[in-house]
């Protein structure tokens, strides 16, 4: 089993900035992937960023250049720096962490940038 548990997520004015943690515990020896999907009302879930054991990194267009997903290893720990926020960025956030091709799913945390 893998525990991930997700902080850093806020109310932020349009242009603001946030970071995003999520912090993993448990079988987490064999990771393939980390990574940050969203959730806006009415909408379907959709990858924010996804980062690979080996280093590669993926971004949904609509983020490229403002946001970044990096981790550190000794913590165990995915973060999620996003730059220049939105409107539309609005939404709830969760942590996906995948293991032996299972996927594992924080709770969510909620990021609203509005004036």
């Known amino acids: 089993q893998v525990q991930l548990v997700e902080s850093g997520g806020g109310l932020v004015q349009p242009g603001g900035s946030l970071r995003l943690s999520c912090a993993a515990s448990g079988s987490i020896v064999s990771t393939n992937a980390m990574g940050w999907y969203r959730q806006a009302p009415g909408k379907q879930r959709e990858l924010v960023a996804v980062l690979q054991t080996a280093g590669i990194t993926n971004y949904a267009d609509s983020v490229k250049g403002r946001i970044t997903i990096f981790r550190d290893t000794a913590k165990n720990t995915v973060y999620l720096q996003m730059n220049s926020l939105r409107p539309e960025d609005t939404a709830v956030y969760y942590c996906?962490?995948?293991?032996?091709?299972?996927?594992?799913w924080g709770r969510g945390t909620q990021v609203t940038a509005s004036s």
């Open positions: 996906n962490w995948v293991v032996r091709s299972f996927n594992y």
